[in-house]
């Protein structure tokens, strides 16, 4: 990989006409650590929503030594960086397939499920593979009602009542027994936490059967920006957030239980940033070189305010407008699809302009993994950077619709 000091020096000598991702390793190590030290049990960082093998090696170089997987591509892509890492399989719908190859060759022992024919499904594998029930735990899910940027209990999860139901079934087979939940994406409140704690503790009362973990799935937020006209929104921070699950698994009585965390977006989201070109500006529209199908998926469905810098092109001589008066742009995509239009600005100075940069802030999470091939573009340059995106002190270049900015 290359490495250049910043962003702007990277775009300044590659002049680049593709977007280029620029990792930051140390801001990956930072909140990697930051949130192992933080958590009150194992953190299994999400391979959905990074997996690339320079985030997976880099994280095990960390000390994360659990990983969450839901494939047999990350079953792989994690033997290949952390051969002797745990994976667990937290996707509730498996292929029989799958679920062979995670038993057999992978030698998963943790697998979750939300239904009976789903406990069906393993069962007949592990019978067929002649392991002993004893050796594995299957977490179940239950759904969860809260407020995040997205939110999962529509798709998995199960009632509390078919909870109980299926923790019974499993002990009675054998299967080590656990209980575990997902709240969403990007979670907006504190309480969301609560009241999942709340339902598995009704779950586990009446299940009356021994559990041996508690997943809290992931959700924990990361920071992006918003529109600086308005107020900061009071997203809690995951420092925050993880205070408040540690008092509240107390209080719920799941302090003495082995706990686990899924995070994603709060480990990786940080670490890299985008650099973009402007294709075209129109007015306050700005065409530029990524978008919906690519990079921006995340921001555009989770309706996210993505912080973004401008690296003004010196080549441009003469620009119309005050660079101090920082104004909404409307993003469209590069592809030739009319939805591939963002559901919220960017915040940039005034005098942005065609052939111009865009760094774009904390797009590690959700942004390589959802890339397509759709209309033959496909980012896939990747530099490491020196200078983290939101580097404290002053900014050497216009900065816009980052929260600490803005305050
Ligand atoms: C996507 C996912 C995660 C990670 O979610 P984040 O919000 O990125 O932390 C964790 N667990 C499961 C089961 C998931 O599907």
């Not at 000390?63 to 890492?85: L, N």
């Not at 075209?280 to 921001?299: E, H, M, Q, V």
Request: one cysteine or more.
């Amino acid at each position: 990989m290359e490495r250049y000091e910043s962003a702007r020096e990277m775009a300044l000598a590659l002049r680049p006409d593709q977007p280029v991702y620029c990792f930051h390793p140390q801001v990956l190590a930072a909140d990697a650590k930051a949130f192992i030290q933080a958590f009150p049990g194992k953190t299994a960082y999400a391979v959905k929503t990074n997996g690339e093998p320079f985030v997976l090696k880099a994280l095990a170089g960390v000390g994360i030594d659990c990983f969450d997987v839901a494939s047999p591509a990350e079953f792989a892509a994690v033997r290949a960086v952390a051969p002797k890492a745990e994976m667990l399989y937290m996707h509730p719908v498996k292929a029989q397939s799958d679920i062979r190859l995670a038993l057999e060759t992978y030698r998963i022992r943790t697998l979750s499920l939300d239904h009976e024919d789903e406990v069906a499904k393993i069962l007949r594998i592990v019978r067929a593979l002649d392991l002993d029930p004893g050796d594995i735990t299957l977490f179940v899910r239950i759904a969860t009602k809260g407020h995040a940027a997205y939110e999962l209990s529509k798709k998995f999860g199960a009632a509390p009542g078919h909870a109980v139901e299926l923790l019974q079934r499993i002990d009675r087979i054998g299967f080590k027994c656990g209980l575990c939940f997902h709240v969403g994406s990007q979670i907006e409140e504190a309480e969301t936490y609560e009241r999942a704690l709340a339902s598995a503790d009704w779950v586990r009362s009446r299940a009356g059967v021994d559990l041996v973990g508690l997943d809290v799935g992931g959700g924990f937020p990361a920071t992006y920006g918003h529109d600086p006209r308005r107020k900061a929104p009071q997203v809690p921070t995951t420092a925050e957030l993880i205070g408040q699950l540690k008092s509240d698994l107390e209080e719920w009585g799941f302090s003495d239980m082995p706990i686990v965390a899924e995070p994603g977006r709060a480990i990786c989201a940080r670490s890299i940033s985008l650099v973009v070109r402007v294709l075209l500006k129109k007015g306050r529209r700005l065409y530029i070189n990524d978008g919906i199908w690519a990079s921006l998926s995340d921001s555009w469905t989770g309706k996210i305010t993505l912080p973004a810098r401008h690296i003004p092109d010196p080549a441009r001589k003469r620009r119309a407008g005050d660079a101090d008066k920082i104004v909404p742009f409307k993003v469209c995509g590069a592809t030739c699809d009319s939805v591939d239009i963002l559901s919220r600005p960017f915040w940039l100075p005034e005098t942005v302009d065609t052939g111009d940069w865009i760094e774009i802030g904390h797009i590690g999470a959700y942004s390589l993994a959802l890339r397509t091939h759709f209309n033959g573009f496909y980012p896939d340059t990747i530099v490491e950077v020196e200078r983290p995106f939101d580097e404290p002190g002053k900014p050497a270049v216009s900065f816009a619709s980052i929260e600490t900015m803005a305050d």
